[in-house]
């Protein structure tokens, strides 16, 4: 019961993370604290973590001072590296860069969201984790303009969306990769690349389709989902492109009604991310079918409004320039145009140099990721997914430099052989994957948990402050806390007639410099132990 709840607490916290971007999101934000809360009290650390991590979220999404947020994703990083989780690290880490773009970092940005990306490759982690860092991710890259990569990320985390407990992020992917191929296309206009301009336009339209197609759009996603839809086919339309099915080619009168109609609706839901790029489309096609008065007065109602678009902060001051200097073209203002346009071709330039860099960050995160994976591989049992018995000796073999206490438990499954014997090794392998996740579950972030080989496991913990006697003590209640565990997994859905249990053997000493015999002693104490233990229960039965 406690792992059903912490998971459906687990997925509950997705959903405010959804939630407090649309909505009621202050209700979503009180629902969050109540989880963190709650998860501390359960001992659910990554629940916990989880809803801290959707409280940041929440703060770099409607705080008035963004920018004071540093040292609370600093903490969510360290935590995350505390948990040992790569997937909760991957989230810590794009939620950091998110925390860069705001405070305009971009080598900051580019070093945290390239290394999380790298974190999320790994196909084993879980898929939701994986999906929802992508997408924070591919907003960070958004604040450089980076519609290349943002494209790329939220591909992967469609991908991703059918292996998701739930699809909680599939809306916020089909939405935002209709506004990146909007802002992309804006872009391309203001450097005068028509053609590929329109190719974007074309492509945004197909990505309002998916929107329309996606179940669960939040109704101010999906308005400025269909409102961007119905600028773009204007768009095509004013340069005399054919637009795609579905979308009607409708008369003047009516587009021109039907986009009042979503300005409106957008302004009464305070939008601030579409609106100033549909003003900005709509301008323009009006100044390309020579509707000059009618894209003037639109030009003088373009502003840059607090959007976190970077298409929303130039496109509309790059296309009022457009229509001023096509209503009004004296000498100086057509001046003015000019030196917009060099401008213009400078920051996509940069841009392009700041995507390789972006690119060459990721590639560099990935090369460190996999040597990782492959060190990492090197010390784990393939079955169990613990440390193996190469970690172990070398945990023996390890010079102490200081004081510390540690204890060693090490847990022997009773009467293995027969498992393997009677039920198969199918069953064996099965048996002995489940009693070592149930090791880890007895573990907490720092102590060591190993398969030793066959059915022997092995967990060593470790303290520089304790006595010996009072981590003997905590590692007396983790075995017995272990065996209970055991006792109680229902091991018949593994086999029918299958029973399970486990001896466990506990010695606890002062290791350093000056320590006789060392950890090996302690080792060869415990082993003594477990043998004591497993006599007195042959005993028993």
């Avoid at 329109?198 to 101010?220: F, I």
């Avoid at 457009?322 to 400078?346: C, F, K, N, S, W």
């Avoid at 204890?407 to 498992?419: E, Q, R, S």
Wanted: charged fraction near 25%; hydrophobic fraction near 45%; aromatic fraction near 4%.
């Amino acid at each position: 019961m406690p792992s059903d709840a912490a998971g459906a607490a687990r997925l509950r916290v997705y959903l405010l993370m959804e939630t407090s971007q649309t909505g009621d999101h202050e209700a979503a934000r009180d629902e969050l604290t109540a989880l963190a809360e709650r998860a501390k009290r359960q001992g659910w650390p990554e629940v916990s973590f989880l809803a801290t991590a959707g409280l940041a979220q929440y703060a770099l999404l409607h705080s008035p001072d963004r920018t004071a947020l540093g040292s609370t994703l600093e903490d969510l990083v360290l935590r995350a590296e505390s948990l040992g989780r790569p997937a909760l690290l991957g989230l810590a880490l794009a939620l950091r860069a998110v925390g860069a773009a705001v405070r305009e970092d971009g080598g900051a940005l580019l070093a945290d969201a390239g290394r999380a990306v790298a974190l999320v490759e790994d196909g084993d982690l879980p898929a939701l984790d994986r999906c929802t860092t992508l997408v924070i991710c591919a907003a960070a890259y958004n604040t450089l303009s980076l519609w290349e990569l943002c494209d790329d990320l939220f591909e992967r985390a469609s991908v991703m969306a059918p292996a998701c407990e739930r699809p909680v992020q599939q809306p916020a992917v089909v939405v935002n990769r209709v506004l990146i191929r909007v802002e992309w296309a804006t872009a391309l206009f203001e450097i005068g690349a028509e053609r590929d301009a329109l190719d974007q336009v074309r492509r945004a339209l197909g990505a309002v389709r998916a929107v329309e197609e996606t179940d669960g759009v939040p109704p101010l996603w999906l308005l400025g989902a269909q409102a961007c839809g119905d600028v773009l086919g204007f768009v095509l339309d004013a340069f005399e492109e054919p637009v795609p099915a579905p979308f009607e080619r409708l008369s003047l009168a009516a587009h021109l009604a039907r986009l009042a109609d979503r300005r409106t609706a957008l302004v009464a839901a305070d939008d601030v991310e579409v609106l100033p790029l549909m003003d900005g489309l709509l301008a323009l096609g009006l100044l390309r079918k020579g509707l000059r008065s009618e894209a003037l007065a639109t030009a003088h109602r373009l502003s840059q409004p607090g959007s976190s678009s970077s298409g929303a902060r130039t496109f509309p001051s790059w296309v009022r320039a457009q229509v001023l200097t096509a209503a009004e073209p004296e000498a100086a203002v057509a001046a003015h145009r000019e030196y917009a346009r060099l401008v213009a071709g400078l920051r996509w330039r940069s841009r392009e140099g700041v995507l390789a860099a972006a690119r060459s960050a990721i590639a560099g995160e990935l090369l460190s990721v996999d040597h990782a994976r492959l060190a990492r591989d090197v010390l784990l049992d393939p079955l169990t997914g613990l440390s193996n018995r190469r970690c172990f000796d070398d945990w023996l073999a390890r010079e102490a430099s200081e004081e510390r206490s540690a204890a060693v438990l090490l847990i022997d499954l009773d009467g293995f052989k027969a498992v393997n014997d009677v039920h198969g090794h199918a069953v064996g392998d099965e048996t002995l994957r489940r009693v070592g996740l149930l090791v880890d579950q007895h573990v907490r972030p720092g102590d060591l948990a190993l398969r030793l080989g066959g059915d022997e496991f092995a967990v060593v913990l470790e303290h520089r402050e304790h006595p010996p006697a009072t981590l003997r003590r905590t590692a007396r209640n983790r075995a017995e806390a272990l065996r209970e565990a055991v006792r109680r997994t229902d091991w018949e859905r593994v086999a029918p007639g299958l029973r399970i249990a486990v001896s466990v053997g506990v010695a606890a000493a002062r290791l350093g410099p000056e320590t006789p015999g060392g950890a090996d002693a302690l080792y060869r104490e415990a082993d003594a132990d477990l043998y004591v233990d497993k006599a007195a229960r042959a005993v028993g039965t």
